[in-house]
């Protein structure tokens, strides 16, 4: 005797379909006729439907794929769309467009993003920032729920640098004079909420100072206000800054990498100076949450691949980008932990709430 499940409508139509079964001796023929077409009807739909997923994976991409980038054209997030937009058209032999939509955080382009068709067509370049900070503001925006990450590309570590005049030169006189100076000692951030402007005030709580946070609008008038002596430091990208430490126009303490940043590798990490403080940004690729598994490492495979030659590699080195990238399980992990991480802290700068 078969067993079977007498609950599953499957089930009964498969006894129904023989005439040793226990349920068809006790059934009317013409039902036993019904199930018996009802589920050869639903095998047949169920192949084919899995032999068009099948046969879309397969032929994965078959069309235009289309790279949206959260922020203005110029930007480090840009220029590594365009490298990932390149190396996928180099090895998919399909055309990729990379098109900038900023606006509302971040959370424009991806909210466009989550809507789309979940096919691997329509990606985004992602970062820490707009993964756990954007949501914190822009309540209608659930990067969690409706993304799925490809990969985290690279972490964009920060330096914290000081002016010339500033009398601390070390990570320990800068921590000594805070202390005796709450409140007083000044450092600047890209951004009111930005990731740099949270890893600042979780490195004034590692060292247990009072610092003075000093949101700017972007890098450029943070760092002119830093060289004319208007605030005493900076905590920045470790790309923007590089070129004024080469210079000696301002002096670096420490970067917030768990390593030493291969684009300023004679700057020492603050947990090597004896700080227990680790805070690192990434930029990434996402798809819409459903989008096939195959697709999504097709996609993050053919990337790393491309990613991974000594031309790409130094060029991201030399945009204070560190290479990381993860496989999808991790990179969905680390977004996870970094909402956990900054969100509540983002949400206690009562930041406005669009």
Same mark, same amino acid.
């Given at each position: 005797?078969?067993?079977?499940?007498?609950?599953n409508?499957?089930?009964?139509?498969?006894?129904?379909?023989?005439?040793s079964?226990?349920?068809?001796?006790?059934?009317?023929?013409?039902?036993?006729?019904?199930?018996?077409?009802?589920?050869?009807?639903l095998?047949?739909?169920?192949?084919?439907?899995?032999?068009?997923?099948?046969?879309?994976?397969?032929?994965?991409?078959?069309?235009m794929?289309?790279?949206?980038?959260?922020?203005?054209?110029?930007?480090?997030?840009?220029?590594?769309?365009?490298?990932?937009?390149?190396? %996928?058209?180099?090895? $998919? #032999?399909? +055309?990729? *467009? =990379?098109d900038?939509?900023?606006?509302?955080?971040?959370? !424009?382009? @991806?909210?466009?993003?989550?809507?789309?068709?979940p096919?691997?067509?329509?990606? %985004?370049?992602?970062? $820490? #920032?707009? +993964?756990? *900070? =954007?949501?914190?503001?822009?309540?209608?925006?659930?990067? !969690?729920? @409706?993304?799925?990450?490809?990969?985290?590309?690279?972490?964009?570590?920060?330096?914290?640098?000081v002016?010339?005049?500033f009398?601390?030169?070390?990570?320990?006189?800068?921590m000594?004079?805070?202390?005796?100076?709450?409140?007083?000692?000044s450092v600047?951030?890209?951004?009111?909420?930005?990731?740099?402007h949270l890893?600042?005030?979780?490195?004034?709580?590692?060292?247990?100072a009072?610092?003075?946070?000093?949101?700017?609008?972007?890098?450029?008038?943070a760092?002119?206000?830093?060289?004319?002596?208007?605030?005493?430091?900076?905590l920045?990208?470790?790309?923007?800054?590089?070129?004024?430490i080469?210079?000696?126009?301002?002096?670096?303490?420490?970067?917030t990498?768990?390593?030493?940043?291969p684009?300023?590798?004679?700057?020492?990490?603050a947990?090597?100076l004896?700080v227990s403080?680790e805070?690192?940004?990434?930029?990434?690729l996402?798809?819409?949450?459903?989008?096939?598994?195959?697709?999504?490492?097709?996609?993050r495979?053919?990337?790393?691949?491309?990613?991974?030659?000594?031309e790409?590699?130094s060029?991201l080195?030399?945009?204070?980008l560190?290479?990381?990238f993860?496989?999808?399980?991790?990179a969905?992990?680390?977004?996870?932990?970094?909402?956990?991480?900054l969100?509540?802290?983002?949400?206690?700068?009562?930041?406005?709430?669009?």
């Amino acid at each position: 005797m078969k067993v079977t499940d007498s609950t599953n409508p499957a089930a009964q139509a498969i006894d129904a379909a023989d005439p040793s079964s226990q349920t068809s001796r006790f059934m009317p023929r013409p039902w036993r006729r019904f199930y018996v077409t009802l589920l050869r009807g639903l095998l047949v739909l169920n192949a084919g439907l899995a032999n068009c997923v099948v046969h879309a994976q397969a032929s994965y991409p078959d069309r235009m794929i289309t790279i949206v980038v959260p922020y203005p054209a110029g930007g480090t997030t840009d220029m590594l769309a365009r490298s990932v937009a390149d190396v %996928l058209r180099r090895r $998919s #032999g399909q +055309n990729v *467009v =990379v098109d900038n939509q900023p606006g509302a955080g971040g959370s !424009l382009a @991806g909210k466009r993003v989550i809507s789309a068709t979940p096919d691997g067509y329509t990606l %985004l370049m992602t970062s $820490s #920032g707009i +993964n756990s *900070v =954007v949501p914190t503001t822009y309540k209608d925006f659930k990067p !969690l729920e @409706g993304l799925t990450q490809v990969s985290v590309l690279v972490d964009v570590p920060f330096v914290m640098v000081v002016n010339n005049e500033f009398p601390a030169k070390t990570l320990g006189d800068f921590m000594n004079y805070a202390k005796k100076a709450p409140g007083q000692v000044s450092v600047g951030n890209v951004g009111l909420g930005s990731h740099g402007h949270l890893a600042q005030l979780l490195f004034g709580k590692a060292i247990g100072a009072d610092l003075l946070p000093v949101p700017y609008k972007g890098s450029t008038p943070a760092i002119n206000d830093l060289l004319g002596g208007q605030i005493d430091a900076i905590l920045d990208n470790v790309g923007v800054q590089k070129p004024f430490i080469e210079t000696h126009k301002v002096t670096p303490l420490f970067v917030t990498s768990a390593r030493r940043s291969p684009a300023l590798p004679l700057v020492p990490t603050a947990v090597e100076l004896g700080v227990s403080f680790e805070s690192t940004a990434w930029f990434g690729l996402a798809a819409p949450r459903a989008t096939p598994p195959a697709v999504v490492l097709y996609l993050r495979d053919t990337i790393v691949a491309g990613l991974q030659t000594p031309e790409q590699l130094s060029r991201l080195t030399l945009a204070g980008l560190t290479p990381v990238f993860s496989t999808p399980a991790q990179a969905n992990a680390r977004a996870a932990t970094d909402t956990h991480t900054l969100a509540p802290l983002a949400a206690s700068l009562n930041l406005p709430v669009n």
